[in-house]
């Protein structure tokens, strides 16, 4: 039976992907609860998704895919309001997600010329998203040139993206990436902006009921729970056995645990999904999504769940390496420690797992592999 070590979200994807792929699993919690920071009681995970292709991956490579088990729940997946940005000015910006309307909303709010700027901006932005999913989201390559380094932007800070925004609320807009990935370091690298490629190509998306009301993002952990028991996977609070993956977050001695916000609750939305407020009128973020939760920033303490501080590209490079002796996936690995960077790692762990266990390659690239039957003793 392979142990998967650590309940965390990257946890449960990698031993419900196993399980799927043949082998006998055991999550082993390690002392969490089943989903770690992301667990449904904690209350953290936001409800608005993003690049939620990780989601459907994952459901459709363990079994029913996502859109039939959200039925079966009474949820659907719906495109989010935009967000909207309040400034020390006192003005407020609503920016949709897709390159023409943000286009067309900041000619309104600042002009063409700094609406041009900002689409430039985000265009070459693309480049170092592609990079981006060669080391780490899809792909356990690390960058070993500078060409790499160059591609992922880690030759230059967020600050310096920053700069060619358009408009010092653009500006201020990108700088809070990072105490929103857990830092306030002014060498952040400019890698951390990809963040606004991901959300302008992928969209943002909300979970809602049958009468349309929204939902706490947490459901999703619920399905995949529910996807652990289908799988049969065996969930114990503790083992002596070996891990075969480890998806524990881990801190390297070198390594700054990332800054977390304080997460407070809200009561249960009694209407429409409410647009998610982003404040930038302090000195760090505030972001609040109405009947749901906020996050403040600017009450951020270090917590390991929350991945490592991604402080200088020499912090970012040295992230602790999916395949290794004892593959490993969590917040902490290449892809970053949001929910679908955490399913991401998961799968890059497994395909590695599985792989040495079998010599079989459940990598998408092979298109001749179908997963066979058991593969581990009983």
Not at 130 to 139: K, S, T
Not at 189 to 194: D, S
Not at 220 to 241: E, N, P, S
Request: hydrophobic fraction near 45%; glycine fraction near 8%.
């Amino acid at each position: 039976m392979l142990t998967i070590r650590g309940g965390t979200l990257a946890g449960m994807a990698t031993a419900a992907r196993l399980a799927k792929l043949g082998h006998r699993v055991r999550l082993d919690l390690a002392g969490e609860p089943l989903g770690g920071r992301w667990a449904p009681g904690a209350g953290a995970l936001p409800p608005v998704v993003t690049l939620p292709a990780t989601w459907r991956d994952l459901f459709k490579k363990t079994g029913r895919p996502l859109d039939a088990e959200l039925a079966r729940a009474g949820l659907a997946l719906v495109e989010a309001p935009p967000a909207v940005h309040r400034f020390a000015d006192g003005s407020e910006l609503e920016l949709p997600t897709e390159r023409g309307r943000q286009f067309a909303v900041l000619t309104r709010h600042y002009g063409e010329a700094p609406a041009g700027r900002w689409r430039d901006t985000l265009d070459a932005l693309d480049d170092a998203w592609l990079a981006a999913r060669r080391f780490g989201v899809e792909r356990p390559d690390a960058p070993r040139t500078a060409a790499d380094r160059r591609a992922l932007l880690l030759d230059r800070t967020l600050d310096d993206v920053a700069d060619r925004a358009g408009h010092p609320h653009l500006a201020r807009l990108i700088q809070d990436l990072a105490p929103v990935a857990g830092t306030h370091s002014r060498r952040t690298p400019g890698l951390l902006a990809t963040r606004l490629v991901v959300e302008r190509t992928f969209g943002r998306w909300r979970l809602v009921d049958g009468a349309g009301l929204p939902q706490p993002g947490s459901r999703l952990v619920d399905l995949l729970a529910d996807r652990l028991a289908t799988r049969r996977v065996a969930v114990v609070d503790g083992t002596d056995d070996a891990p075969a993956v480890d998806c524990r977050p881990r801190r390297p001695r070198w390594a700054t645990a990332a800054l977390a916000p304080a997460v407070v609750a809200g009561p249960p939305a009694s209407g429409p999904a409410e647009a998610e407020i982003v404040d930038h009128t302090g000195a760090w973020p505030v972001i609040h999504w109405p009947g749901a939760l906020t996050w403040d920033f600017t009450r951020a303490r270090p917590d390991l769940a929350w991945g490592l501080a991604p402080r200088s590209a020499r912090a970012v490079l040295r992230r602790p390496a999916v395949v290794a002796e004892v593959p490993a996936a969590s917040a902490c690995s290449p892809a970053g420690p949001e929910p679908w960077a955490e399913l991401a790692s998961a799968a890059l762990a497994v395909y590695e797992t599985h792989e040495r266990l079998t010599g079989e390659d459940s990598r998408p690239t092979n298109r001749e592999f179908r997963p066979g039957g058991r593969r581990t003793p009983r």
